[in-house]
């Protein structure tokens, strides 16, 4: 129900094997990225997903290896004719580096929109034409050295659908789907809520995204319970954390630590400094503390799915 | 002599085997870059070569395909704590291109500079601190669809040393080899010339970037003689020639013409559309016209050197 595929998992420069940031979240036909390195497209490319009909841009902080993706990006929509609407979201300071951006990217065939999320959530059924699931994208703050946020994903899953209900109200059977997705029903001057028809709302989903952080309490709030989460592991070693929080980022044993407190079920490292020529040399210092723990990679996804 | 290294031969997107446009060339411990498309750092990674020390970064117009790699390349020589001044050439428009380039970089360890070529082109001895070479660096009109140019980098070659004629002349030993390079000896208040114990000069060494442009006589003039060409190859077809001059490109016909009427030794095609799934489809088109046309492909390298 959302697909999630990390694109680059690169810090600072670009490598053959590893582009730089960027993660691809795809539900009900509609998509996220989250950054966008230099390499992105290509990255993309690479893992078999198309970055032509992304919704939202969401962007974690305006430091280059997060960024420098964005003007090839919105020329190469242009040369596919878009003109839907592309959203972009980031912290403070969004328009001017949008400004920037654009200015590079020239004239355009579609509106690049400068996106506000509100506190509890942007509500995506309705903002984005045609999405038709509960799902809500919010931001939370990080500690890096400039404004930045991390971000999470959620998708509600609506209760059981009770027939015997829908019956007793007497919804016909074609606007039993609608009821089922969480969409009120409207015939012969009756209204009929989903509330009415659906049992208790079951366990969703949810997908944080880290950005660029030191280990703090808010990334541990946002986190949860998610069942995905992608977080900064800039530093292998141990004895890096100090190193690490200094220039706002953790090293892999904090993000274990902190995917361990949240309750993550998985977490994927990524954002590797190029001192780290393997990750995987590293991964012990993160599994002893939270066994879900993987080394992400570029082209790495997942199907996050409604538990049965 | 000198080392050319075709980074990137992709048009408009990057492809993960094929990089946008970007040419390297090294002479003498120096190097000039030649546009720098998206993607630029790891097609140079991939290639086994080193763009920190970059001293000229030549462009050849300013659509997005040919210098949207530039931001994170000036942020990655910050991040070595580059000191030297990086010039950047280009065709008119280059000051609000590099101003807006330079926005995005941010905060730099070294200066960014606006370089003019003269018309009779840019002696790099002298101007290049510690390059001890004769060589040269000129710049062409061509014809896209926006101010464009190519660019030409020629090594001329001294004639040969005769020990006799500096022993009459008295020339210490330990100066020979100054001479021998092309520069004046001085010593006991007598200075030598070059000229009074060198040979005729002999063939040198050319090279010819064509950026992007149509087939076009200021192409063919700038390319007379050159020993390696690379020309813009936009398209594989024909039939698509009259497209190509349409869209200021040319087809691979077009390309082997130019190289053929300019007596170049050997042809690279590049810039290839996304059309062109494999550029060696194609060859037959070129080496019908000019037999030693190559397919350009990301990483392809040569050395020039002179004749024995």
């Given at each position: 129900?959302?697909?999630?595929?990390?694109?680059?998992?690169s810090?600072?420069?670009?490598?053959?094997?590893?582009?730089?940031?960027?993660?691809?979240?795809?539900c009900?036909?509609?998509?996220?990225?989250?950054?966008?390195?230099?390499?992105?497209?290509?990255?993309?490319?690479?893992?078999?997903?198309?970055?032509?009909?992304?919704?939202i841009?969401?962007?974690?902080?305006?430091?280059?290896?997060?960024?420098?993706?964005?003007?090839?990006?919105?020329?190469?929509?242009?040369?596919?004719?878009?003109?839907?609407?592309l959203?972009?979201?980031?912290?403070?300071?969004?328009?001017?580096?949008?400004?920037?951006?654009?200015?590079?990217?020239?004239?355009?065939?579609?509106?690049?929109?400068?996106?506000?999320?509100?506190?509890?959530?942007?509500?995506?059924?309705?903002?984005?034409?045609?999405?038709?699931?509960?799902?809500?994208?919010?931001?939370?703050?990080?500690?890096?050295?400039v404004?930045?946020?991390?971000?999470?994903?959620?998708?509600?899953?609506?209760?059981?659908?009770?027939?015997?209900?829908?019956?007793?109200?007497?919804?016909?059977?074609?606007?039993?789907?609608?009821?089922?997705?969480?969409?009120?029903?409207?015939?012969?001057?009756?209204?009929?809520?989903?509330?009415?028809?659906?049992?208790?709302?079951?366990?969703?989903?949810?997908?944080?995204?880290?950005?660029?952080?030191?280990?703090?309490?808010?990334?541990?709030?946002?986190?949860?319970?998610?069942?995905?989460?992608?977080?900064?592991?800039?530093?292998?070693?141990?004895?890096?954390?100090?190193l690490?929080?200094?220039?706002?980022?953790?090293?892999?044993?904090?993000?274990?630590?902190a995917?361990?407190?949240?309750?993550?079920?998985?977490?994927?490292?990524?954002?590797?400094?190029?001192?780290?020529?393997?990750?995987?040399?590293?991964?012990?210092?993160?599994?002893?503390?939270?066994?879900?723990?993987?080394?992400?990679?570029?082209?790495?996804?997942?199907e996050?799915?409604?538990?049965?």
């Open positions: 129900m959302i697909d999630i595929t990390l694109l680059g998992t810090a600072l420069a670009p490598l053959p094997e590893r582009a730089l940031t960027s993660v691809f979240l795809s009900g036909g509609h998509s996220i990225l989250f950054d966008c390195g230099e390499g992105t497209q290509t990255a993309a490319r690479k893992a078999g997903v198309s970055l032509m009909k992304t919704d841009i969401a962007l974690s902080h305006y430091h280059g290896d997060h960024i420098f993706g964005l003007p090839g990006l919105l020329q190469t929509m242009l040369s596919m004719n878009r003109t839907e609407p959203y972009v979201t980031g912290p403070e300071g969004l328009r001017e580096v949008l400004f920037d951006l654009l200015r590079l990217a020239g004239m355009l065939s579609y509106p690049v929109i400068p996106l506000s999320i509100p506190d509890n959530g942007l509500c995506l059924r309705g903002f984005i034409p045609g999405f038709r699931f509960d799902a809500a994208l919010s931001a939370f703050p990080t500690e890096h050295r404004p930045s946020r991390g971000y999470c994903f959620t998708l509600s899953r609506p209760g059981k659908f009770m027939p015997e209900k829908a019956k007793a109200l007497g919804v016909p059977l074609k606007l039993w789907n609608q009821l089922q997705k969480g969409e009120k029903a409207e015939f012969d001057g009756v209204t009929v809520l989903p509330e009415q028809v659906l049992g208790k709302p079951r366990k969703g989903l949810k997908f944080v995204f880290s950005g660029d952080t030191a280990y703090c309490g808010s990334l541990i709030d946002a986190s949860r319970g998610a069942d995905l989460a992608v977080y900064d592991a800039t530093y292998g070693e141990n004895g890096q954390a100090e690490a929080t200094e220039h706002g980022h953790m090293n892999f044993a904090q993000a274990a630590d995917a361990k407190k949240a309750g993550v079920k998985q977490l994927w490292l990524s954002h590797y400094s190029q001192m780290i020529q393997e990750p995987s040399d590293y991964l012990q210092n993160a599994a002893e503390i939270f066994e879900n723990a993987v080394c992400g990679h570029d082209g790495l996804s997942a996050l799915k409604f538990e049965e």
